[in-house]
């Protein structure tokens, strides 16, 4: 009878832990530090990102958390360079822009969009602690 009733117990525990919520998964972040790939580099700080790329750049304003996969939608600016100088009353070219990918490892996939008309800028791919190979408007 003992020996039933320390059955009974121990799976009614088992059953009340296997029913209970699971602990939430705290929010993972972009890793701080340069981020580089061809064409594009990007800087990570704690709450924020500056990109570089061939000929324009960008900013991110964080938090710059990811999903629990891996994947990430941050919205920021694009700004498009050119070669020359620049005259006193021209305006900066600066466009909303949306930024998602994923992390897997130590490489990011990075897709860039305009935000409106979802211009795509182009997709990266990226590696954490590596210096972007980037070209400058001339």
């Known amino acids: 009878m003992l020996l039933k009733k320390g059955f009974l117990a121990c799976s009614l525990v088992l059953l009340l832990v ?9 929010a993972q972040r972009l890793a701080s530090g340069l981020w ?11 709450n924020s990102a500056t990109i570089e790329y061939d000929c324009a750049q960008g900013t991110i304003a964080g938090p710059l958390l990811l999903d629990s996969k891996g994947r990430f939608t941050l ?11 620049i005259r006193s009353d021209e305006t900066a070219n ?7 990918g994923s992390i897997k490892g130590e ?8 935000t ?13 602690g590596e210096e972007g190979k980037v070209f400058k408007c001339m």
Request: aromatic share 4%; hydrophobic share 30%; charged share 15%.
């Open 18 to 26: 296997s029913l209970s919520p699971a602990k939430p998964r705290r």
């Open 36 to 46: 580089g790939g061809s064409h594009i580099s990007m800087n990570v700080s704690a």
């Open 75 to 85: 919205h920021g600016t694009h700004l498009r360079a050119r070669g020359g100088p």
């Open 94 to 100: 600066q466009r909303p822009a949306v930024y998602t």
């Open 107 to 114: 490489r990011m996939t990075l897709t860039v969009r305009i």
């Open 116 to 128: 409106g008309t979802n211009e795509t800028v182009g997709t990266f791919s990226l590696t954490h």
